[in-house]
C-alpha cells in the first residue's frame, strides 16, 4: 500500500477509535450544557432496550458512517454523513448531529418555517450529499431517526446552550485581509495529499475514504458547508486528520475561502440563474461565493447534469 494511503488510513482510524480534543477547541463557559453520548458498547449491554430499536440504532450508525451504501438511491456524490460530522456525530465542535435531536423541531431560517428531525436529515441528503432523502417511514430514515435520539439520551430537551454545538465559534465574518491566494498555498501544503491536489478526495478499492472537497462528487452549493465561515470552523478544529487544532484560524479562514471558491454541483434551489438564486437565498449565499465572479467564472452558473439526476 502506497504511503499516501496508509497515511490517510491511520488517520481515518485514530478519528475512528474515539475523540482527540484539539487544543485549540474553545473553552468550556458557564452555563453550557456537556454531553456525553452513551457507547454502543452500553447500547449492546442495556437489556431495556427492545432488540428491533436496538437494531435500527446500530443500522443508523452503519448508515451514518457510510452513507454511500445510498448511493445511486439516495446519495450522489462521494459523501458520507460522517464526512462533516466525524467521530460518527458525537464529538463537541465536529458537528454533533444529537443537539438535532434535542432542539428539534423549531424554525429554521434557511426554509421558513419549523423543521423536524426527519427534515433537517432530508436537507442533508439534498445538500450535503447532493441526494435525495429516504421517505420519512423508510427503514434508512427510522434508523438515522434513531441513532441521533440514541445520541441524546439524557440531554435536556430544548436547552440551547451547548457546548461544542456546531460551526460557528469563528464567528461569521471573513477576516479582513483573508487571502485565497494563501490558502492555495497551503492546502497544497497541508491538505492535498489526502483530498488530492484537485480536490477530488481519495477513492480505496472503489470506496471514497477521504471526501472531496469541490467538482462534481463534492457538496453542493447549497449545503452548509459551502458556507466560508462553516467551514472554516470546521476546519480550525478538526483538520487536517491526526492533527487536529495545528491550524490558526486565520489558516482555516484562508482554506475555507480558497476551498469555497471552486466549482460544485448546484444548489437545488437554482432557478436557471446563479445570480438571481444567490439573491433569492441572500441569507445563506451572503456567507458563500455562489452567483459571484472568480477568475472570471460566475460560479454556479451551470445545469446539474451528471451529478445530480433529474427527478
Same mark, same amino acid.
Given at each position: 500500500m502506497c504511503s499516501l494511503v496508509l497515511l490517510c488510513l491511520l488517520a481515518a482510524a485514530a478519528l475512528a477509535d474515539g475523540p482527540v480534543p484539539p487544543a485549540a477547541a474553545p473553552a468550556w463557559q458557564e452555563g453550557e450544557y456537556r454531553h456525553e453520548p452513551p457507547t454502543?458498547? /452500553? #447500547? *449492546? $449491554?442495556?437489556?431495556?432496550?427492545?432488540? /428491533? #430499536? *436496538? $437494531?435500527?440504532?446500530?443500522?443508523g450508525r452503519d448508515l451514518f458512517a457510510n452513507t454511500q451504501q445510498l448511493r445511486g438511491s439516495h446519495v450522489f456524490n462521494a459523501m458520507n454523513c460522517s464526512s462533516c460530522h466525524p467521530g460518527d456525530g458525537r464529538w463537541a465542535?465536529?458537528?454533533?448531529?444529537?443537539?438535532?435531536?434535542?432542539?428539534?423541531?423549531?424554525?429554521?431560517?434557511?426554509?421558513?418555517?419549523?423543521n423536524t428531525l426527519e427534515e433537517r436529515i432530508a436537507g442533508c441528503f439534498t445538500y450535503s450529499m447532493n441526494g435525495r432523502p429516504p421517505a420519512r417511514d423508510s427503514e434508512a430514515m427510522v434508523a438515522l431517526v434513531a441513532y441521533h435520539r440514541w445520541l441524546a439520551t439524557g440531554a435536556p430537551v430544548?436547552?440551547?446552550?451547548?457546548?461544542?454545538?456546531?460551526?460557528?465559534?469563528?464567528?461569521?465574518?471573513?477576516?479582513?485581509?483573508?487571502?485565497r491566494e494563501r490558502g492555495e498555498a497551503l492546502y497544497g501544503r497541508r491538505c492535498a495529499q489526502c483530498h488530492g491536489a484537485d480536490g477530488d478526495g481519495l477513492v480505496v478499492d472503489a470506496q471514497p475514504l477521504v471526501p472531496p472537497l469541490w467538482g462534481d462528487r463534492a457538496y453542493n452549493w447549497g449545503a452548509g458547508m459551502s458556507r466560508i465561515f462553516t467551514a472554516a470552523a470546521f476546519i480550525h478544529l478538526n483538520m487536517p486528520f491526526g492533527e487536529a487544532?495545528?491550524?490558526?484560524?486565520?489558516?482555516?479562514?484562508?482554506?475555507?475561502?480558497?476551498i469555497n471558491s471552486h466549482e460544485r454541483p448546484q444548489d437545488p434551489r437554482y432557478d436557471g440563474d446563479a445570480r438571481r438564486t444567490r439573491a433569492r437565498h441572500r441569507q445563506f449565499h451572503r456567507h458563500t461565493r455562489y452567483g459571484t465572479v472568480v477568475d472570471g467564472q460566475l460560479l454556479g452558473q451551470h445545469d446539474n447534469t451528471g451529478a445530480r439526476p433529474a427527478p
Open positions: 454502543v458498547a /452500553a #447500547l *449492546r $449491554a442495556d437489556d431495556r432496550i427492545h432488540p /428491533a #430499536l *436496538r $437494531a435500527a440504532i446500530l443500522r465542535w465536529a458537528g454533533p448531529v444529537w443537539p438535532a435531536a434535542t432542539t428539534l423541531p423549531d424554525f429554521r431560517s434557511k426554509n421558513g418555517h419549523v430544548y436547552e440551547r446552550a451547548i457546548y461544542g454545538r456546531g460551526f460557528r465559534h469563528l464567528g461569521t465574518a471573513i477576516p479582513e485581509g483573508t487571502s487544532g495545528s491550524l490558526s484560524a486565520q489558516d482555516a479562514w484562508d482554506l475555507s475561502l480558497f
